[in-house]
């Protein structure tokens, strides 16, 4: 079992839709959380963090869940230009120090 | 330099030649990694280093390896390159390294492909 899985995609909506994306991890010891975005043969980019209590950046909002072990990314009115790869990442503290888990990314396009 | 910057973009490699990616970033962050992305396999880091002088072995390190020299410079040398050393890799930094989080920024990549 990989240690970070997501749904690979691709999810096709229209303009204006709303999108979820699920991620779930295996390591019950991670302790942070977060969402990248990465655009077509471009690097990852920080979205967003995954806090406890669930936040929300503008259209975006993340969720965790610790009991469960999964993540979401919630995206409201989705824009031509969300269209992209999603990844999840999951931070747990090893010997060396931290270690970021990817996921492999959820790819979304947005529609007219 | 803005960032990170990588060289050269791109490269097609003989099996068997030696190979150094650069890597350079100018925002004085103490900790720089190494990934490489493969199609279904997700980022996996080859090697870090959290400060100038140190270097730590990632999740994949064999065939690769680095030196830290300064604190701008982290280049990832293949002593001899194989067909499976085919990636896009991506080098990155964070402020601080070790247990203490920090965004890590990443520089655009270079695509090896190893003939």
């Known amino acids: 079992r990989k240690e970070v899985e997501q749904d690979p995609g691709p999810f096709n909506v229209p303009e204006g839709a709303t999108v979820a994306f699920n991620c779930t991890y295996s390591?019950?010891?991670?302790?942070?959380f977060f969402w990248y975005r990465q655009d077509c043969r471009k690097e990852p980019k920080l979205l967003m963090s995954?806090?406890?209590s669930g936040n929300e950046d503008g259209r975006f909002t993340a969720q965790l869940n610790r009991a469960s072990q999964y993540i979401s990314l919630l995206i409201r009115d989705s824009k031509l230009s969300d269209s992209a790869t999603y990844l999840c990442v999951v931070k747990s503290v090893t010997g060396g120090g931290n270690k970021l888990t990817f996921g492999t990314g959820t790819q979304l396009k947005v529609e007219l | 330099i803005a960032g990170i910057t990588q060289a050269p973009t791109s490269q097609i490699l003989a099996a068997g030649r030696r190979m150094t990616l650069r890597c350079t970033q100018d925002m004085r962050h103490n900790a720089m990694y190494w990934y490489r992305q493969d199609l279904g396999l997700g980022l996996r880091l080859i090697h870090y280093?959290?400060?100038?002088?140190?270097?730590g072995k990632g999740e994949v390190p064999d065939g690769y390896s680095v030196s830290r020299a300064n604190t701008d410079d982290f280049p990832l040398t293949l002593a001899s390159a194989v067909p499976s050393q085919t990636s896009v890799y991506f080098c990155a930094s964070s402020r601080q390294g070790g247990i203490t989080y920090n965004e890590q920024f990443f520089g655009p990549g270079t695509r090896l492909t190893v003939l």
């Open positions: 995954v806090y406890s």
């Open positions: 280093s959290n400060t100038a002088g140190t270097t």
């Open positions: 390591n019950s010891a991670s302790q942070s």
